[in-house]
């Protein structure tokens, strides 16, 4: 006579965070695509001749030490992003203060 065992099930790892992009993926999907899309198009477009606007490409290498370390100083005018996105912000600031 044969006898059936049964495999015991591993129990599914109960992790928010998955479960949570698992139910987000299918709203994810549409907008990354139309991203996509956007860039190729762009960097279509900036390979014609004449193209005065530069590519995604172009703008990322020139701007990779701005985005991937924020907050270098080298004195002057080159800075990171962050203290960049700062200066800003103060002028906002000021100009707001300035009207009250």
Do not use: C
């Given at each position: 006579?044969?006898?059936?065992?049964?495999r015991?099930?591993?129990?599914?790892?109960?992790?928010?965070?998955?479960?949570?992009?698992q139910?987000?993926?299918?709203?994810?999907?549409?907008?990354?695509?139309?991203?996509?899309?956007?860039?190729?198009?762009?960097?279509?477009?900036?390979?014609?001749?004449?193209?005065?606007l530069?590519?995604?490409?172009?703008?990322?290498?020139?701007?990779?030490?701005?985005?991937?370390?924020?907050?270098?100083?080298?004195?002057?005018?080159?800075?990171?992003?962050?203290?960049?996105?700062?200066?800003?912000?103060?002028?906002?600031?000021?100009?707001?203060?300035?009207?009250?």
């Open positions: 006579m044969t006898t059936v065992q049964r015991s099930v591993i129990p599914a790892v109960n992790n928010s965070f998955v479960s949570h992009l139910k987000q993926l299918p709203e994810l999907i549409p907008p990354a695509i139309a991203i996509a899309i956007f860039l190729v198009v762009w960097q279509l477009f900036s390979w014609t001749p004449g193209a005065t530069p590519g995604p490409i172009k703008v990322i290498q020139d701007t990779w030490i701005l985005i991937f370390w924020p907050f270098y100083d080298r004195g002057g005018i080159d800075k990171g992003l962050f203290w960049q996105i700062l200066a800003s912000l103060q002028r906002v600031a000021i100009s707001y203060l300035g009207r009250i």
